[in-house]
């Protein structure tokens, strides 16, 4: 066995043993356990449990590759994924606590005073959910297969029964502390390669600064400045100012990833694991930090990655690289076919160009550069095996946090809240054990056969969640008169835009060919792009609950006062059942 | 009930600066106006892009520890007995 492979299994079977530790110290007792980890989380650890729970192989392996292929353009990844838990903060989750109920639909069902309203939003949570989950387990597939080895289907079997042992044994307790542990994972797996990467190419060993710096070659050159020379020479667009599909896209693009964070329910859920809502408001500050620290390290990660990229290929103009002496990551990656080349002028040099004709690089799949990046700066093995051990942490932490979100807006909403309410708190602790476990099997299913559009997935759960839950949460604190009438036919309609919108471009549930607009630019909405329409349709959200909520009249007195009472700070109670 | 109305009203009134500073250091400096504030420097970077990329997040962290700050003082103004 060589040295990486050995490190690469130390690292990662050493975080599971701790992940499975965490999870028997911390399991779950009571349905108040479960489902709100006992209501005893300090803000400080919530900040940590946040991050991981949010931070997904996306954020972790995705994000910076896809700011080095779009410069400025990444910008709304960086801005929308953020920018969200300010409104968590001062929208959302102070009022939430205070209701002290233990899931969303639960307080969608009391605030709109509607076993309809709980049950449409139970299914604007799974579809969003589902949608998120899928991208997951195809993370913790890809990355096992890639660094152990193994197929990619047994890679998310083990995956699926890692997950299976701390979600269900632990419930939102059990997941709230290995979060912590998996964030510390991801965060210090992220950074140092960063730290190194950022020193070797400036001299500085913080990113976030080394990306402003001049390069440490001794020509007193910004890297960026550099960057962008080397890539318009090349003809691709310049890396600090290429737009992504217009502005008023990037604008409706942020604004949905925005507003998506806010409405996604296995983040919110974890604002109710606090004791108290000054302890919510801290939580998102605790977790904003969380996520800075990995969130401003990205965009050096990924210019950094491209430079070197770029630099390898062609160290000076006109000097290309022999393909016949290429690294060995290159023959590495170019075994799992994310990496292509074809010689096409036969000159035996490799030529990478805007230029679809003359480029040889016919692939350069995005998500690598988060994973290659230690081996093309020549950093040691022990680096590589943690870049491993923390991609498989920050997939297994967020699709855990969904599961848990899926599982209990089926055994509390459905089951207990509305068709079996008097079902007793060991037979509802059982029902949720149960509901996840299928809901794992489910989400492996899906990560076996992917509805093939697996890699936009994760865009589309923001705009989803955006266009249906974050509206109706909103305006049940901020308006005391929205109805349930009202609030239900804006959340129908808006995620109901939104769909309708992305599967006209991509398919009906993505069958290929059954577009009927076709996704091309053109037949874009004012040339918005379908991952950015949730923006459009929370606008439609609030648009339809306000004009049914003037032809059917505001919700009833007592309805009003449960407002007046969220309003207020004081007397948060533990969360509670009922 | 007066005071009720007075602390929502204040509270109101942050979320309102606080969402307007949000708007205007993503949206504003990082998107629509992007391309004057790249005439400026900040080291190696365009000071528009910064912002896209760093600025706005930076500024996010601030708006929400100050609103917490803010709202514990307002919390104990209007509800410190309990």
């Known amino acids: ?578 | 009930m007066e005071n009720k109305e007075a602390y929502w009203q204040e509270n109101l009134r942050l979320i309102f600066i606080c969402l307007a500073i949000w708007f205007a250091v993503s949206f504003g400096l990082g998107l629509l106006l992007v391309e004057p504030l790249n005439a400026i420097r900040l080291g190696g970077y365009k000071l528009g892009f910064w912002f896209a990329q760093q600025g706005s997040i930076y500024s996010f962290l601030g708006l929400i520890f100050w609103y917490g700050a803010k709202m514990n003082k307002l919390d104990q103004k209007y509800h410190s007995e309990g």
């Open chain 1, 1 to 578: 066995m060589d040295e990486l492979k050995l490190y690469t299994y130390i690292a990662v079977f050493g975080t599971f043993a701790l992940y499975f530790g965490i999870a028997w110290w911390a399991r779950a007792g009571s349905t108040s356990d479960f489902y709100v980890a006992g209501g005893g989380i300090t803000p400080f650890q919530n900040g940590m449990a946040i991050g991981a729970d949010w931070m997904s192989a996306a954020s972790f392996i995705s994000m910076a590759g896809l700011i080095a292929f779009l410069g400025y353009g990444g910008s709304v990844f960086l801005m929308g994924w953020t920018g969200g838990y300010v409104l968590l903060a001062m929208l959302l989750a102070p009022y939430m606590r205070k209701h002290g109920k233990f899931t969303v639909p639960e307080f969608i069902s009391d605030r709109y005073y509607s076993k309809t309203a709980r049950i449409v939003a139970v299914i604007c949570l799974i579809i969003a959910s589902v949608t998120y989950v899928i991208g997951q387990m195809k993370g913790v597939g890809v990355a096992f297969s890639r660094f152990l080895e193994v197929d990619y289907d047994l890679g998310l079997v083990i995956g699926m029964v890692v997950v299976w042992v701390y979600a269900v044994l632990g419930g939102m307790k059990g997941i709230t502390y290995t979060q912590i542990a998996q964030y510390v994972v991801m965060i210090f797996a992220y950074t140092i390669p960063a730290v190194f990467i950022s020193l070797q190419l400036t001299g500085n060993p913080i990113p976030q600064l080394g990306l402003g710096s001049t390069l440490a070659d001794g020509s007193g050159v910004y890297l960026l400045d550099k960057l962008d020379m080397v890539v318009t020479d090349l003809g691709f667009k310049e890396y600090t100012t290429g737009n992504l599909g217009g502005t008023l896209n990037m604008f409706a693009y942020t604004m949905s990833l925005m507003i998506g964070t806010a409405g996604l329910p296995h983040v919110i859920m974890r604002f109710f694991t606090v004791p108290s809502v000054q302890a919510a408001r801290q939580s998102a500050g605790y977790a904003l930090i969380c996520i800075a620290l990995l969130y401003t390290v990205a965009p050096a990660v990924g210019a950094m990655a491209r430079f070197n990229l770029m630099n390898t290929i062609e160290p000076a103009a006109g000097e290309n690289l022999v393909y016949d002496e290429r690294p060995q990551w290159f023959k590495d990656w170019e075994k799992t076919g994310l990496l292509k080349f074809e010689d096409k002028n036969g000159d035996g040099k490799v030529q990478y160009t805007a230029n679809a004709e003359t480029n040889e690089m016919v692939k350069v799949d995005r998500d690598i550069m988060v994973l290659a990046n230690p081996a093309i700066a020549n950093l040691p093995n022990w680096v590589i095996a943690l870049v491993a051990a923390g991609g498989l942490a920050a997939a297994l932490s967020t699709a855990a946090g969904l599961l848990l979100a899926i599982s209990s807006s089926v055994s509390h909403d459905l089951m207990k809240g509305v068709f079996v309410p008097d079902m007793s708190e060991k037979n509802e602790l059982l029902a949720g054990r149960v509901t996840m476990t299928i809901a794992i099997l489910f989400a492996g299913y899906l990560g076996m056969n992917p509805p093939g559009f697996a890699a936009g997935t994760v865009a589309l759960a923001f705009g989803l969640a955006a266009s249906s839950i974050f509206p109706a949460l909103m305006m049940g604190i901020f308006s005391k008169k929205m109805s349930g009438k009202a609030a239900i036919a804006g959340m129908i309609s808006g995620i109901g835009v939104t769909m309708l919108y992305v599967f006209q471009h991509k398919g009906i549930m993505f069958i290929p060919g059954t577009s009927f607009l076709g996704d091309m630019g053109p037949n874009w909405f004012f040339g918005i792009s379908p991952n950015a329409f949730g923006s459009v349709g929370a606008l439609v959200n609030f648009g339809v609950a306000f004009a049914v909520l003037k032809a059917t009249g505001p919700a009833p007195a007592h309805i009003q006062d449960i407002v007046d009472n969220m309003r207020i700070p004081t007397g948060a109670g533990a969360a509670h059942d009922h």
